[in-house]
């Protein structure tokens, strides 16, 4: 098993910028591919991005392309989501996620076996 722990979230105004960090513990990290996603409140969880176990490929939505980086360090057991020019629709609580490898599965809640408690993402107009 695997721990997952959020952090970096918070009040930021439109246009600027974030990073989240997941912390694992437990299970080697590096065994694991990674996703983020995020729920707002009345909507349901969507997928933000995800990379595989090596950091050789990476997955994003159409809605945070270029906009959002994902990356991670597998020495240090941390994933990654740098967030620029934040909008107010992207005000979420976003999730990280981890899923033994099942190549192409990335992109759905139910693909991945382990989740945070999420950290709370505000984007004021």
């Known amino acids: 098993q695997v721990q997952l722990v959020e952090s970096g979230g918070g009040l930021v105004q439109a246009g600027g910028s974030l990073r989240l960090s997941c912390t694992a513990s437990?299970?080697?990290?590096?065994?694991?591919?990674m996703g983020w996603f995020r729920q707002a409140p009345g909507k349901e969880r969507e997928f933000v991005s995800a990379?595989?176990?090596?950091?050789?490929?990476?997955y994003y939505a159409d809605f945070v392309k270029v906009r959002f980086t994902i990356s991670r360090d597998n020495a240090k057991g941390t994933l990654y989501l740098q967030m620029n020019s934040l909008k107010p629709e992207d005000t979420a609580v976003y999730f990280c996620a981890a899923q033994t490898h099942r190549p192409g599965l990335l992109a759905r809640p139910e693909d991945y076996d382990y989740w945070g408690q999420g950290t709370q993402v505000t984007v004021s107009s």
């Open positions: 437990g299970r080697t990290f590096s065994s694991y591919d």
């Open positions: 990379i595989i176990w090596s950091g050789g490929r990476t």
